[in-house]
């Protein structure tokens, strides 16, 4: 059962800080949609999932992280097919997959308190000017970055529940389990938070 994005290492990737490696993430992402060649996609596309995998994650668990993104880019690129030309489908295909490569390496290569006050630091600007609460701000990020995996665990472990009881294993009867579940989960943390005073409003 995954309990963090984050995969402890000592790679490059690792040793870089997260403000360069947001900013690397944020110009690849523009950059790419600038690039429509399919082979600099490929080559693009094949270094990013090298990138990922040298932050000394496995493969098999390098997939299953991603997984369901890979699934939304593989129904998309279908659709894809049916409005555009196989060429632009697949040039639109690689792109997405780059980035997601890229930003699947950062997460595994971050660990959250550092995503935390990265996020703040960013968001202080926008303090000063009255708009938000920093603090706020990178704490949202991080619980999210920290919970998406324990959403996960649970998906799974209710799809093993449904099949041990013989039950077809489909999304929709899983769904009102799971978002109950979340939503306990929220108020839990949401009444530590407001008793440590961490929002202090």
Same mark, same amino acid.
């Given at each position: 059962?995954?309990?963090?994005?984050?995969?402890?290492?000592?790679?490059?990737?690792?040793?870089?800080?997260?403000?360069?490696?947001?900013?690397?993430?944020?110009?690849?992402?523009?950059?790419?949609?600038?690039?429509?060649?399919?082979?600099?996609?490929?080559?693009?596309?094949?270094?990013?999932?090298?990138?990922?995998?040298?932050?000394?994650?496995?493969?098999?668990?390098?997939?299953?992280?991603?997984?369901?993104?890979?699934?939304?880019?593989?129904?998309?690129?279908?659709?894809?097919?049916?409005?555009?030309?196989?060429?632009?489908?697949?040039?639109?295909? *690689?792109?997405? %997959?780059? !980035?997601?490569? $890229?930003?699947? /390496?950062?997460?595994?290569?971050? =660990? &959250?308190?550092?995503?935390?006050?990265?996020?703040?630091?960013?968001?202080?600007?926008?303090?000063?000017?009255?708009?938000?609460?920093?603090?706020?701000?990178?704490?949202?990020?991080?619980?999210?970055?920290?919970?998406?995996?324990?959403?996960?665990?649970?998906?799974?472990?209710?799809?093993?529940?449904?099949?041990?009881?013989?039950?077809?294993?489909?999304?929709?009867?899983? *769904?009102?389990? %799971?978002? !109950?579940?979340? $939503?306990?989960? /929220?108020?839990?943390?949401?009444? =530590? &938070?407001?008793?440590?005073?961490?929002?202090?409003?």
């Amino acid at each position: 059962m995954l309990t963090s994005l984050h995969i402890e290492g000592t790679s490059l990737l690792h040793r870089i800080p997260v403000k360069p490696k947001l900013a690397v993430l944020m110009g690849f992402g523009l950059a790419l949609y600038l690039v429509s060649n399919p082979f600099a996609l490929v080559l693009a596309t094949a270094l990013t999932g090298g990138l990922y995998l040298s932050t000394g994650i496995r493969p098999a668990q390098a997939f299953q992280r991603i997984r369901p993104v890979l699934f939304t880019i593989a129904f998309l690129s279908l659709v894809n097919l049916v409005l555009l030309t196989p060429v632009e489908t697949l040039v639109l295909t *690689l792109r997405l %997959l780059a !980035i997601l490569f $890229l930003a699947a /390496a950062v997460t595994a290569s971050t =660990a &959250i308190g550092d995503f935390i006050a990265a996020i703040t630091d960013l968001a202080r600007p926008l303090e000063r000017l009255g708009l938000i609460k920093a603090a706020d701000i990178g704490l949202a990020f991080g619980l999210v970055l920290r919970f998406v995996p324990e959403i996960a665990a649970r998906h799974e472990a209710l799809k093993e529940a449904h099949a041990a009881r013989g039950l077809p294993v489909k999304m929709h009867r899983m *769904l009102g389990a %799971l978002l !109950i579940a979340t $939503l306990k989960d /929220a108020d839990r943390i949401a009444e =530590a &938070i407001d008793a440590r005073g961490i929002r202090r409003h």
